[in-house]
């Protein structure tokens, strides 16, 4: 049983980098259609009502998103897909943003509840390039986090187990009854501990007021060129 729960620590965890990877991708690809550099390379005036279709019809079609935005170098949206009266604001003082313009290069936020969503997203900006190669806005998506909990809920664990996503501070980001997101904190726990310090994979016992539960753990190993957010994964089984 307990190398078990390792297993489906370290299954649950390579699964979702997996998954993340694909959506990092998509940021970078969508970066680069014709239509959304043309915001900022021409002066036609239906350019953004173009790409505002455009970014609906791929959240119709990718159900994996909240929401598409293209935004200029100083942090305004000026494309929407879903929230259109979105438009005109500006994002510049948000963490994602200012991450993305420092780097230069595609970023990937931590998991955060989203102010226009009202839900949990993570967020993927990414620069967009014009012709000659210089920075001439930002394309940021929002993941829908719902989807993460259909590998949650695709793990085999027992009746009396229970699986939690853990983010680099030991805050729970995703788990079986998806409470808790973002308040409760696993780092008491010794699993928790070992696998925020990097420790790939592994399985320890602890003791609670309930009894002896094993805890299989696994660290986000990412996967191709997503490096990963430093997200663990802890599986308990209570003996």
């Known amino acids: 049983m307990a190398v078990r729960t390792a297993d489906v620590a370290y299954d649950t965890i390579d699964k979702i980098d997996r998954n993340l990877f694909e959506r990092n991708c998509d940021a970078q690809a969508w970066a680069g259609f014709d239509k959304v550099k043309n915001c900022f390379s021409t002066t036609d005036p239906n350019r953004f009502s173009v790409v505002n279709v455009l970014l609906k019809h791929l959240v119709d079609i990718y159900e994996v998103y909240l929401d598409l935005y293209v935004l200029d170098t100083e942090g305004i949206i ?128 602890e003791k609670d007021t309930v009894g002896t539960k094993i805890y299989g753990f696994a660290h986000t190993r990412g996967y191709n060129a997503y490096k990963g957010k430093n997200w663990s994964a802890l599986v308990s089984e209570t003996l």
């Open 78 to 205: 000026i494309a929407a897909g879903v929230h259109q009266e979105s438009i005109g604001h500006n994002r510049a003082d948000t963490i994602w943003f200012k991450d993305a313009k420092s780097t230069n290069s595609i970023s990937v936020s931590d998991l955060y509840l989203s102010s226009v969503d009202k839900t949990h997203t993570v967020a993927y900006t990414c620069p967009i390039h014009n012709d000659e190669g210089r920075i001439v806005g930002y394309f940021s998506t929002r993941f829908n986090w719902n989807f993460i909990y259909d590998i949650i809920e695709s793990a085999r664990i027992g009746k009396n187990g229970d699986i939690f996503i853990i983010n680099n501070a030991g805050y729970v980001i995703a788990c079986r009854n998806r409470q808790g997101i973002l308040v409760d904190n696993l780092k008491h726990l010794k699993a928790a501990q070992l696998a925020m310090k990097g420790e790939t994979y592994g399985y320890i016992f």
